[in-house]
T-cell receptor, first 112, second 114 residues
């Protein structure tokens, strides 16, 4: 079935470091792909999405490119800030489109 | 912010008691979801609804039931709470089932079963 695999965390970085969080997927066809972010004590919110192959989603300095050749959607940011400390989830819709399937989440901790 | 309200936000209950969590939306979205979040498991789907009185099971539905009698309300009931149901529960909504449609999440309910 459809699934998402994220790199295990936690990821610990210093401020201004480069961030990559890996996400690979298994899916039928070419579904939209999503990155969600969960700040401490809050619910999830959409960070960015890409709706077709080779699309790049971007928001708040984060980017992710939909790579169908490698079935990947890695999240990157060139210079992280302390305020980026959160849990990041990669997600895709199930084949029927009735629900979103989430990865296990990657915790990012950024120190000053 | 999407209009989603979960209640209660925190609850402590005893093993064997029934518990109902409520999700209320003001967006008139068709789809509503209950997920649970646990360390090492991420978010797992419990049940979802695709309309009034229309519900279906997710991957971890055992021990849970749901009801949706109005478009805006989706209730999750633990018939007889167990310690394994200690978790953070999130409600989410989506407007339709198109595969590029994002979900919006509530703030979560932290449930502790003692």
């Amino acid at each position: 079935g459809d699934s998402v695999t994220q790199m295990e965390g936690p990821v610990t970085l210093s401020e201004e470091a480069f961030l990559t969080i890996n996400c690979t997927y298994t899916a039928t066809g070419y579904p939209s792909l999503f990155w969600y972010v969960q700040y401490p004590g809050e619910g999830l919110q959409l960070l960015l999405k890409a709706t077709k192959a080779d699309d790049k989603g971007s928001n708040k300095g984060f980017e992710a490119t939909y790579r169908k050749e490698t079935t990947s959607f890695h999240l990157e940011k060139g210079s992280v800030q302390v305020s980026d400390s959160a849990v990041y989830f990669c997600a895709l819709p199930n084949q029927a489109g009735t629900a979103l399937i989430f990865g296990k989440g990657t915790t990012l901790s950024v120190s000053s | 912010d999407a209009g989603i309200t979960q209640s209660p936000r925190h609850k402590v209950t005893e093993t064997g008691t029934p518990v109902t969590l409520r999700c209320h939306q003001t967006e008139n979205h068709r789809y509503m979801y209950w997920y649970r979040q646990d360390p090492g498991h991420g978010l797992r789907l419990i049940h979802y609804s695709y309309g009034v009185k229309d519900t279906d099971k997710g991957e971890v539905s055992d021990g849970y039931s749901v009801s949706r009698s109005k478009t805006e309300d989706f209730l999750l009931t633990l018939e007889s709470a167990t310690s394994s149901q200690t978790s953070v529960y999130f409600c989410a909504i989506r407007s339709d089932r198109e595969r590029d449609t994002e979900a919006f999440f509530g703030q979560g309910t932290r449930l502790t079963v003692v």
